[in-house]
């Protein structure tokens, strides 16, 4: 597929024609912050941002998701699957480091045995991105085998020249909306290439990853994770943020003889992660639960889909109200002993 050039000036006009045919989310300034969100006009489109607040993972896997309904009837069970609407979703302004978090949750819940929810819902859904050329201090995607300008998990990208967006079509269900706009030119290529070698020069390697897992295999009864707890307060904004963090619960609600199974996102943060009926917590203290999110990201999803947990958006740098910095809890364990 070649690559492709949209003039600026175009934009609106292209974003506009979009709406028409998908449920269009893309970066919005609310109060809290930019934002992903649902836009019906171009007005309401951010493009001045470095990374939204909230990752795009709530619309592959929404944090509180209606799975089915069931009710009693005289002497059956009935269960009512709750589909969603039909129209496709297209998620526009991704930066790549999303978009490789994306990638990692399709090998969870799309390999082996596929979840129908998730499946039924990316198969809807088109992701373009939008290169990060002016990555944040917070920002690490380099040391976690990502990039500014990686196309992992992508459709299309999106890189912003002087005059012209540059686009990469990834993947055929997105060609089809580009193939009015002109190919790229060698000056457009090599503008693009020089900003993103400019893009990665600014990300200076926090960690050496290569050497996580080999030190992580073998530091379960490390003394180090008595100290990396100390700081953390619970408050799970680490995990809510983060756009690889996956764990959920189930939950029936019900009224009478009727009610609804609910899936909500869970935090290993949370004291009551992983609590049994029985009231046992293999987990019951801080340190473990830490171990846990650090084994999971970095040893487990590492061994298990050949991707790490951890994209390095920095958002549970950013929003830390502890500033309990995960990547000071790698140079950490890298150098205990």
Not at 96 to 104: E, F, L, N, S
Not at 190 to 197: N, S
Not at 253 to 268: A, F, I, K, L, Y
Not at 324 to 331: A, M, N, S, T
Request: charged share 35%; proline share 4%; with cysteine.
């Amino acid at each position: 597929m070649k690559s492709k050039v949209l003039a600026k000036k175009d934009l609106l006009k292209f974003i506009n024609k979009l709406i028409k045919e998908y449920d269009v989310f893309a970066p919005v300034k609310k109060e809290e912050g930019i934002v992903f969100s649902k836009i019906d006009k171009t007005d309401d489109m951010c493009l001045s941002y470095s990374n939204t607040k909230n990752s795009v993972k709530e619309f592959l896997l929404p944090q509180s998701e209606k799975l089915f309904r069931f009710a009693k009837k005289e002497n059956t069970n009935e269960i009512t699957d709750l589909k969603e609407k039909k129209r496709r979703s297209l998620l526009f302004g991704v930066r790549p480091c999303d978009g490789k978090a994306i990638a990692m949750l399709d090998k969870v819940f799309l390999e082996n045995i596929p979840d129908a929810y998730y499946k039924r819902r990316r198969k809807n859904t088109l992701i373009i991105g939008m290169a990060c050329d002016t990555p944040l201090q917070t920002c690490f995607c380099t040391s976690v085998e990502g990039g500014p300008f990686s196309i992992e998990g992508l459709d299309a990208l999106f890189v912003e020249l002087k005059e012209n967006y540059f686009i990469i079509p990834v993947t055929k269900q997105c060609e089809k909306l580009f193939v009015h706009l002109d190919n790229a030119s060698q000056e457009d290529i090599k503008e693009a290439e020089k900003l993103k070698k400019n893009a990665e020069k600014r990300l200076k390697p926090v960690f050496e990853i290569k050497d996580i897992k080999e030190k992580l295999d073998g530091a379960f009864d490390n003394p180090i994770w008595e100290e990396i707890h100390e700081k953390c307060i619970k408050c799970g904004i680490c995990t809510y943020l983060c756009p690889a963090c996956h764990c959920f619960d189930i939950q029936d609600e019900t009224v009478g003889e009727e009610g609804c199974r609910v899936r909500n996102w869970d935090s290993c943060m949370f004291p009551k992660f992983t609590m049994h009926a029985s009231s046992h917590n293999p987990r019951a203290t801080q340190k473990e639960r830490w171990r846990q999110r650090i084994m999971h990201k970095f040893n487990y999803l590492r061994e298990n889909t050949g991707m790490y947990g951890c994209v390095g958006c920095g958002r549970c740098v950013e929003y830390c109200p502890v500033n309990l910095d995960i990547r000071k809890v790698i140079r950490d364990i890298l150098e205990s002993k």
